[in-house]
């Protein structure tokens, strides 16, 4: 008969095992970072796209009423309201978006603007930033005061 060898792990294979732990776990980490920083890039897009949303509810708002549009340059536009008050939309180098009326009160959506131009036709406000669409604003007072045919 023969004797019982005592069994155990070989130096080789421990080493082998806590070499594999150290790989799993260093990418588990970079998963989990990954994770968070994306979930943090997510809420700040979030965040963009609902003040983006915003300040255009606002402009759209304030164009649909708009018996005059004016644009002095691409980065303001002067609205004048059909119950006679005056809203100016100013693009700043910070790109913000500011909204003033005529008691000086103002709005501002920050950090939206980036790149955002205006223009204007016959009876609406062009809104571009130089990677979508433009957004065309109709004005509904200018679109029904137009020429007729």
Known sequence: MRAHQPRGFTITEILMTLSLLVIFFAAAGEVF???VLLG???QDVCDTASQTDSAMRQLRIDVWNARAISVPDPRSA???AADGTTLLWQLDTQNNAIRADAAARTQQWDHIA???SFTTDADS???SD???IPQRIISQILLTSGPKP
Do not use: H
């Open 78 to 80: 002067r609205i004048s």
């Open 114 to 116: 980036a790149n955002w």
């Open 33 to 35: 970072r990954s994770t």
């Open 125 to 127: 406000l062009v809104v």
């Open 130 to 132: 130089n990677k979508s």
């Open 40 to 42: 943090k890039s997510s």
